[in-house]
């Protein structure tokens, strides 16, 4: 299997607060990995680590098998690759929806202007914001900014995507359509890392599960040896939390 | 009919009459110097303000590091000088010294040029300062995410949002330049200002000469910030938007237009 990403001994600290400790994993391509875990367990920091926003202290993270924190790759063309959706979107507020789903194809990729537009087209009518090209950010619900998110994500052609609680900043009655969404990429083949409060697609969707806590991966396997065999106290103890609401 | 003669409305009419083309210069010399100076002084405050909000790169060594700091120290100095003594001193400080230390004789124009704009550059940096640092840490996070660079996400991302949340400091700004301008009168600058001190000494008329030259003033102001304010609503585009469909069936215009109080089309 082609592995993309492989994180080795990941450690990161906030002074003296260290918040990831000793991480290992890998994504291989067309995996759907969800990472569960309750706050502050360190799920943000791994996935801000992953796309370099944050510095990690120590450990290694192989982008087919090249390191990406010595230095030695072009930051900027890495992130491509590895794209990011936000809790709180981020979309450009001083562009409209095509202009965000654009800008990063024209400036970073080079690509024409009428070839972005194409393909900005095409991602959005793939997560059905197409009608809402003229828009500006702040004329969209959270849940229509969050499609026009993922889509400007698409637009780069990475190879993974990473999601920080793509849904927790939501109104109820708009997380399903981005799940959907989420679900159609899932489905199309996408390399997804979610992270995730929302129970049911990290048993639905996802191929692989992680638990983590207190900055270690605590247990990580398929949904049903996590979510039905937890072999782990702690994750045991995590989940009843959510059984209530996995039973509707 | 004398000066002495005529009532308070009358004067003022006689000073239009006589004195209208020096006024209409010395207005248009303060308008000249206030506009220009203000978009030095803009170009200025973004240069430093983007400076002074840079961090260093974490890959950069003790050298960079320490040019960085530096460079900051400096430029906080020039904020805080030029920021903290009165305009009319630097206007004579600048003037004079250049005279007497370098032996440059500074024109009336390039005078007025260089005070206005290093002294409208120091309160501008702040302003600049503080826009960069009202747009959200996720606007840049969401660029850095695509693999914008830094400059590429300040210029594209950061700095219109920072110019837009600044732009009414930027109207304050021309406004309180185009006031005060006439400190220049003391290096000889032929402003509106001086203007009306030659008319007021010519015919000892000093509350009609002063009457007149306020309303002036008042005129060049008012509309500046109408002006203004006309471009703010132009930057933050329409309220509503177009929605855009290809369904050519349902809709012949091929485009519909989306009503954000009543959430629907129209
Ligand atoms: N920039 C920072 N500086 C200092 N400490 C930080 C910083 N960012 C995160 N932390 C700390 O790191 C720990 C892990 O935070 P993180 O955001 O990764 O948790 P999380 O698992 O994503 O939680 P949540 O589910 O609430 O989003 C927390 O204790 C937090 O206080
Ligand atoms: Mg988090």
């Known amino acids: 299997m082609d592995e993309i990403l492989k994180v080795e001994h990941l450690v990161k600290t906030f002074g003296t607060n260290e918040v990831l400790k000793d991480i290992d994993f890998s994504v291989f391509k067309g995996d759907v990995i969800s990472i569960i875990g309750s706050s502050g367990s360190g799920k943000s920091t791994l996935l801000r680590c992953i796309n370099m926003l944050e510095d990690a202290t120590g ?11 010595d230095g030695s790759i072009d930051e900027d063309q890495y992130r491509t690759k590895v794209g990011m959706v936000f809790q709180s979107f981020n979309l450009f507020n001083n562009y409209t929806v095509l202009g965000n789903c654009m800008l990063g194809q024209t400036h970073v990729l080079k690509r ?11 991602y959005l009518e793939k997560v059905g914001m ?19 998110a993922i889509a400007r994500a698409l637009a780069m052609d990475p190879e993974v995507l990473l999601f920080d609680e793509p849904t927790s900043a939501l109104d109820p009655e708009m997380v399903g359509e981005v799940l959907d969404v ?5 489905e199309s083949g996408m390399t997804m890392l979610v992270v995730t409060h929302e129970m049911a697609f990290a048993r639905d969707i996802s191929k692989r599960v992680v638990f983590m806590a207190d900055g270690r991966i605590e247990e990580e396997g398929s949904p049903d040896q996590i979510f039905n065999h937890p072999q782990k106290e702690r994750t045991k103890e995590f989940l009843s939390r959510f059984t209530k609401t996995l039973k509707d | 009919m004398t000066i002495a003669e005529m009532n308070f409305f009358q004067r003022m009419i006689y000073i239009l009459q006589r004195y209208g083309l020096s006024l209409l210069e010395g207005a248009a010399t303060t308008m000249v110097i206030a506009i220009v100076c203000t978009f030095l002084g ?44 009165p305009m009319m001193l630097q206007a004579a400080f600048i003037y004079y010294g250049m005279s007497q230390i370098f032996g440059i004789n500074l024109g009336m124009w390039s005078a ?3 005070i206005v704009s290093v002294n409208t550059g120091a309160y501008m940096a702040e302003t600049v300062r503080g826009g960069i640092l009202s747009v959200e840490a996720g606007q840049s996070e969401g660029a850095r995410a695509i693999g914008m660079s830094h400059f590429q996400t300040m210029l594209l991302v ?19 330049n185009i006031k005060d301008t006439c400190v220049l009168s003391i290096i000889g600058t032929v402003e509106l200002f001086f203007t009306f001190r030659s008319i007021s000494g010519a015919l000892y008329t000093y509350f009609e000469a002063a009457s007149v030259t306020m309303i002036i003033y008042f005129i060049l102001t008012f509309t500046c910030s109408r002006i203004l304010r006309y471009i703010e609503t132009k930057m933050d585009g329409p309220s509503n938007f177009d929605l855009a469909t290809s369904d050519t069936l349902a809709f012949t215009s091929g485009m519909t237009r989306y009503n954000k109080k009543t959430g629907g089309t129209y």
């Not at chain 1, 450990?59 to 098998?65: A, P, S």
């Not at chain 1, 024409?112 to 095409?122: G, L, N, Q, W, Y």
């Not at chain 2, 900051?72 to 020039?78: G, N, P, Q, S, W």
């Not at chain 2, 949002?161 to 406004?175: K, T």
Request: a positive charge.
């Open chain 1, 59 to 69: 450990g290694r993270i192989l982008y087919h098998g090249n390191n990406i924190l």
């Open chain 1, 112 to 122: 024409s202007k009428e070839d972005a537009r194409k393909r900005a087209m095409e």
């Open chain 1, 130 to 148: 197409e009608q809402y090209i003229n828009a500006k950010p702040r004329q969209l619900s959270g849940g229509q900014k969050q499609r026009v």
């Open chain 1, 182 to 186: 989420m679900k159609n990429l899932a």
């Open chain 2, 42 to 85: 803009c170009v200025i405050g973004f240069a430093v303000g983007l400076i002074q909000t840079s961090e260093p790169h974490k890959n950069s060594g003790i050298f960079k590091r320490g040019l960085l700091k530096t460079v900051k120290l400096i430029l906080t100095a020039y904020v805080e000088v030029f920021r903290g003594t």
């Open chain 2, 112 to 114: 007025a040029f260089i």
């Open chain 2, 158 to 176: 950061v700095l219109p949002q920072a110019l837009r949340n600044i732009m009414p400091q930027i109207g304050n700004n021309l406004i309180i």
